[in-house]
Structures are given as C-alpha cells and as structure tokens.
Antibody, heavy 113, light 110 residues
Framework: EVQLVESGGDLVQPGGSLTLSCAAS????????MSWVRQAPGKGLEWVAN????????YYVDSVKGRFTISRDNAKNSVYLQMNSLRVEDTAVYFC??????WGHGTTVTVFS | QSVLTQPPSASGTPGQRVTISCSES????????VNWYQQVPGTAPKLLIH???QRPSGVPDRFSGSKSGTSASLAISGLQSEDEADYYC???????????FGGGTKLTVL
C-alpha cells in the first residue's frame, strides 16, 4: 500500500524558516516524480513544487520561487520542502504527493505575526 | 498565464447525472492533459481521473472525464450522497512549467 507521511508543520513567525518532510513507502520511490501541494484555510488546492525522479529537475509556483527548495533523498525514500522567508500567505496544509496521483494526509504550517 | 475556470458550485439529487466543467482562459486546454480530484473537506485530495479520461484502479466507473473544444468535463452518474465533496481540475502548463488547479467546485447532493 502506498503511504506518504508528512511532518514538520509548525507555527512560525513571518520571515522564519521551516522544513517539511515526507516519508514514502509501499512503492519504488526512485521511480516517481514527487510533488507538494498546499491548501490555505477555506481555499482551493495550489501546486507548490515538484521534483524529478533523480532530482535533476525541479519546478516551483511563482509565489515561492527563491524562497522554497524541494529536494529528495532516494536512499531514505523521502522528499523535503525547505521553506524560507515565510509569509502569512504561506499558511496552509501542505500535502506531499507521488506525482500528482496519491497524497499524504498533510501537515499544517501557520505563519503568524 | 494559464487559468482553469470551474463553476463554484453544482448540485443534484441522488441517482442524477451531473457534470462539472473546467475551461482554460487561453483556449489551449486541447493541448493539455487534465486530471480531476475529489476532496472531502478536511481530508487529502483523491485522484479520480488522469490524462483527461483515465480512471485509476478503485475509482467507480460512475466517474468519467472528457475534453472537447475549450473545456474539460467531469461527469458523475448515479449520484450518491457520498459524492458530496469539492472537485478540482488540474493540468500541467508546459510554458509555465507548472501545474495549475481550477478554483474548485463544491458539489451538493440534495
């Protein structure tokens, strides 16, 4: 069974940093693109970033470019989202995805002043 | 800038067939591959349709996807109370190098 478990969500002040982790199991991790999607309170889904199987390609939504970095460790079956210079508008539940198909239950990031 | 537009709401009665549209502002949806997701509030999204009309295993055949002209559509036949959820379309925009989601449609089963 495919499982994705996110962790690392927290309360943080504007300008702060946070790293989200996603532990994957139940499939050959190194064969899949991985993604992060977020959902602000009461809002719709927003794609944040994705990373190719070997980490050689990474793409980001414009609003996080230069602030967020997606990475992966295929030996640890994990994908990460390093978030710097956090803003109030980054407050959301962050979901980790295998490609754009299977999603974890999410981890909550709250940026408050 | 790619924008996927969905109606904010839809409704139907049990047993009915409902459709949810997803149109693209630049009329380029014909060249895009569209996914559809179901999300019950407070839970993770679930992939219903990928590549315009392909159902992952385990998704009931009551759910179907299509694309025509400037829009894509999700159809739900034999509507059930458990289908009450938010539905999102999404597509990869190769010029933006980004996935774009529609704003979502809240489906109410009356």
């Amino acid at each position: 069974e495919v499982q994705l478990v996110e962790s690392g969500g927290d309360l943080v002040q504007p300008g702060g940093s946070l790293t989200l982790s996603c532990a994957a199991s139940g499939f050959t991790f190194s064969n899949y693109w991985m993604s992060w999607v977020r959902q602000a309170p009461g809002k719709g889904l927003e794609w944040v970033a994705n990373i190719k199987e070997d980490g050689s390609e990474k793409y980001y939504v414009d609003s996080v470019k230069g602030r967020f970095t997606i990475s992966r460790d295929n030996a640890k079956n994990s994908v990460y989202l390093q978030m710097n210079s956090l803003r109030v508008e980054d407050t959301a539940v962050y979901f980790c995805g295998r490609g754009m198909g299977v999603w974890g239950h999410g981890t909550t990031v709250t940026v408050f002043s | 800038q790619s924008v996927l537009t969905q109606p904010p709401s839809a409704s139907g009665t049990p047993g009915q067939r409902v459709t949810i549209s997803c149109s693209e502002s630049s009329s380029n949806i014909g060249r895009k591959s569209v996914n559809w997701y179901q999300q019950v509030p407070g839970t993770a999204p679930k992939l219903l349709i990928h590549t315009n009309n392909q159902r992952p295993s385990g998704v009931p055949d009551r759910f179907s996807g299509s694309k025509s002209g400037t829009s894509a559509s999700l159809a739900i036949s034999g509507l059930q109370s458990e289908d009450e959820a938010d539905y999102y379309c999404a597509a990869w925009d190769d010029s933006l190098k980004a996935w774009v989601f529609g704003g979502g449609t809240k489906l109410t089963v009356l």
